[in-house]
Nanobody, 127 residues
């Protein structure tokens, strides 16, 4: 059974850092395109970062470029989101999502591109 499990969320002060983890069960994460999304209260789900299968390209939303980094740990079947210089507006539930094909970049930020979803982990940035 395919399953994605997020962890690593929590409460952090502005300017702080967190590392989110997405662990894959039931499939080999290296063979899937995996992305991170987030959804704040009252807002639409937003694509944050993506790691393609195949050519290994990565993409980050403009709102997080230079602060967040997506990476893979194929040995442990995990994908990480390192989040630095966190801001109040980064507060959201963060989800990982996967699809067993390349997306080829242009639509990586669209929820409809992904088939499998985790249940999310809460990130709260507040002083």
């Amino acid at each position: 059974q395919v399953q994605l499990v997020e962890s690593g969320g929590g409460l952090v002060q502005p300017g702080g850092s967190l590392r989110l983890s997405c662990e894959a069960f039931g499939f080999t994460s290296d063979e899937y395109t995996i992305a991170w999304f987030r959804q704040a209260p009252g807002k639409e789900r937003e694509g944050v970062a993506c790691s393609e299968t195949g050519d290994r390209r990565v993409y980050h939303a403009d709102s997080v470029k230079g602060r967040f980094t997506i990476s893979r740990d194929n040995y442990n079947n995990r994908v990480y989101l390192q989040m630095n210089s966190l801001k109040d507006e980064d507060t959201a539930v963060y989800y990982c999502a996967a699809v067993n094909s390349p997306i080829y970049g242009s639509t990586w930020y669209l929820s409809d591109e992904y088939y499998y979803w985790g249940k999310g982990t809460q990130v709260t940035v507040s002083s």
